[in-house]
């Protein structure tokens, strides 16, 4: 065997290199090679052993808030099983899937975003055979995670009070619009829906008769992150109980917790806070301003920034004594605002933030997306990385920000074709054999990727 096939050898799973040694040792072909390459790979993997690799998760979900939650549980090195409708697959895979622009070998960018590290297995789980292969995953699983609308994982008879009965250690998640209880936990609902009935809209933007939604949709983000956060606290739970148990997330939850300090104030004041931009009601200046080319921000967060803004701006008003109080400063915020902005218009961004990182001023241009993943300090954190479509090419998606010292070298896997590993996750975890895989296939029961 030449060097350039052992080292193609490198990107099997363990099992895949084992099982090459068996072959060559039936073959009676020099093993050398291949024992080098199972060594090596061993080796890397123990180097860059992520901290949930040994968590095996089925996912169930669609759209954006589940497939981010497992998007998560995968960088962090769970085996995370993509469970699928044959034929069709989940919904985001049909999403941009031919658009000129945004779209990579019939890959769309919802859909190849969000599932990189993850593992295909298409099943019918309306079928009496595919829902008993489903439970099947379920014993040997660790978690089960899903965004079904509500009543659906019940109706299906895949709810944590069945999937217990089948695995004591189970762990299931669901993420929805309103959460399983309570007097509205029926109504469907999307991200905009949940920034809508959270609040946040309602504080964003430049007038009250004027909501507007987040630029990110952090009503389906906040629930596949608070998603995560259950998930690892429930297997550190069971590592205690021997038991798994249930985890229960609304995206309305997660906007009314992010309210954060907002919800405290309104509260203990019974003032409704109206949208005021991009300035602060404490802080002042905190605020966008625009330069001769682009928008810059400028984040005086404490008293001891204005006398240092006081050597750069030169209009005299402003060295009022009155102004050394952000209290002070906030009655005139307009006044203040115009005067900083009249000198700002007259120098470009570049001038600007060099005068102020001079002074130690929190500041920075207001980037537009590809100057913000293009940012040094993005592309040094591996924040945008290169995935590899299963059928050739890459495409540039943003990374993992959790960064682990114990990780040297992350690697990111293809998203996967319909029922990619339909055949591998069957055979490896159920020890199914070749002929009931071709007939379950012949049935649409399961589909193989051929």
């Known amino acids: 065997m030449s060097p350039i096939k052992t080292i193609n050898l490198l990107i099997y799973t363990s099992i895949s290199l084992y099982k090459q040694f068996l072959y ?17 790979y061993n080796m890397f993997m123990e ?11 089925l996912d169930l979900t669609h759209m954006l808030s589940g497939p981010y939650g497992s998007m998560i549980l995968a960088d962090l090195g769970c085996e995370v099983i993509k469970i699928e409708p044959p034929q069709k697959g989940e919904g985001t895979r049909r999403l941009l899937e031919n658009d000129p622009d945004y779209s990579h070998n019939g890959m769309g960018a919802y859909f190849y975003t969000l599932n990189r590290n993850k593992k295909s297995v298409a ?28 009543g659906v994982t019940k109706k299906l008879k895949i709810d944590f009070d069945v999937l217990k ?14 959460g399983e209880t309570g007097p509205n936990f029926q109504r469907p609902a999307f991200d905009q829906i949940a920034q809508a009935l959270g609040g946040g809209m309602s504080i964003t933007g430049l007038s009250a008769k004027d909501p507007m939604r987040a630029g990110i949709p952090i009503g389906d983000l906040g629930g596949g992150m608070f998603a995560v956060m259950g998930i690892q606290a429930a297997i550190i739970s069971r590592n205690e109980t021997g038991t798994g148990q249930h985890v229960d997330i609304s995206m309305l939850d997660c906007q009314i917790s992010m309210l954060n300090y907002m919800a405290t104030m309104h509260t203990m004041s019974g003032i409704i806070p109206e949208p005021i931009g991009n ?36 209009d005299p008003e402003l060295k009022n004594p009155v102004y050394e109080k952000a209290f002070e400063r906030q009655k005139d915020k307009e006044k203040i605002a115009a005067i900083m902005q009249k000198e700002l218009s007259e120098e470009t961004s570049q001038h600007w933030l060099h005068e102020l990182e001079k002074e130690s001023v929190p500041c920075a241009r207001v980037n537009n997306l590809e100057q913000a993943i293009n940012d040094e300090q993005i592309q040094y954190r591996k924040m945008v990385v290169d995935v590899p479509h299963p059928e050739g090419g890459s495409v540039k998606v943003p990374g993992n920000p959790i960064k682990l010292s114990s990780i040297t070298d992350e690697q990111f896997t293809s998203p996967p074709l319909l029922g990619e590993h339909t055949k591998e996750i069957l055979e490896d975890w159920l020890d199914f054999k070749d002929e009931e895989l071709i007939e379950l296939d012949k049935q649409q029961i399961i589909d193989i990727k051929k």
């Open 47 to 57: 180097k860059n052993k992520k901290p949930l690799n040994n968590i095996k998760v």
């Open 123 to 150: 099943i019918d789980l309306k079928n009496k055979k595919g829902i008993e292969i489903f439970y099947k995953l379920v014993s040997k699983a660790d978690v089960v995670l899903s965004n079904f609308s509500a």
């Open 24 to 40: 060559y040792e039936n073959v009676c072909i020099n093993k050398t090679y291949i024992l080098c390459a199972l060594k090596l």
């Open 165 to 178: 009965e089948i695995n004591p250690k189970i762990i299931t998640c669901t993420v929805s619009g309103f």
């Open 279 to 314: 300035s602060h009601f404490v802080h002042m200046p905190y605020d966008t301003f625009l330069t001769k080319d682009y928008p810059i921000v400028i984040a005086a967060v404490g008293d001891q920034f204005w006398q240092r803004l006081l050597k750069i701006f030169k």
